[in-house]
């Protein structure tokens, strides 16, 4: 598989916005827009560098692309908003999903692959899978999930009553969808399929968006 044009790896220090240099600009600049559309927001307030770990891109870029990032609420991590070759490859070197501050400021869990059956997380505030979510595997949230992939498991957003919670992906097709213990069991296979929706309560009811 080629590399990703946009990907988001999360390190101790906040985001890192890894890019494919030998994509068109203007690609990587839509892609990085279109992806930050997808989180409806949820980045707001998060850290991030941009990494150059090839060192080709030209400071007018990456001043652009900085500046996308700041209209969705992204703060330039302060020690520095580029990564370089050295210290991209130390901050990758974890595997495991870390905690990083993401959305209205509470912490996230970020887990940083994708979720096969068998696989379960779970964890009190945010999650933020950067991957798929597969048939058979389940992410319990006390607060949002957020998946920058195609979710196709079981998705338990709210757990602790929390009814405000909501559930983004790029493509939401869970197995099992419940919200603040309200269980529901959708079909979204239809004519939505492959766009990012966010399933929310509305007082008692499910809304798709």
């Known amino acids: 598989m080629g590399s990703q044009m946009?990907?988001?790896k999360g390190t101790r220090n906040g985001l890192v916005i890894v890019l494919d240099p030998s994509r068109e600009f203007e690609d990587i600049k839509n892609?990085?827009?279109?992806?930050?559309?997808?989180?409806?927001?949820?980045?707001?307030g998060a850290k991030f560098s941009i990494a150059d770990i090839h060192q080709k891109i030209p400071t007018s870029q990456k001043d652009e692309l900085e500046d996308i990032c700041r209209q969705y609420g992204m703060v330039p991590n302060p020690d520095g908003s580029v990564v370089t070759r050295s210290k991209a490859a130390r901050q990758y070197q974890s595997q495991s999903a870390?905690?990083?501050?993401?959305?209205?400021?509470?912490a996230a869990l970020m887990v940083r692959r994708s979720l096969r059956s068998g696989q379960r997380i779970v964890y009190a505030g945010h999650v933020v899978v950067l991957g798929d979510?597969?048939?058979?595997?389940?992410v319990m949230a006390g607060g949002n999930v957020l998946v920058l992939g195609n979710c196709r498991g079981v998705i338990h957003a709210g757990i602790d009553g929390n009814s405000s919670a909501k559930v983004v992906a790029i493509r939401?097709?869970?197995?099992?969808?419940?919200?603040?213990?309200?269980?529901?069991?959708?079909?979204?296979t239809g004519q939505h399929a492959g766009y990012c929706r966010t399933a929310r309560l509305s007082g008692k009811e499910f809304v798709f968006e």
Do not use: W
């Open 133 to 138: 979510i597969h048939p058979g595997a389940e």
């Open 172 to 188: 939401l097709s869970p197995t099992v969808l419940s919200i603040a213990g309200k269980r529901f069991t959708p079909d979204l």
């Open 6 to 8: 946009v990907s988001f």
């Open 31 to 44: 892609t990085l827009r279109s992806k930050m559309e997808s989180a409806r927001g949820f980045f707001s």
């Open 98 to 106: 870390i905690p990083s501050p993401v959305g209205d400021g509470e």
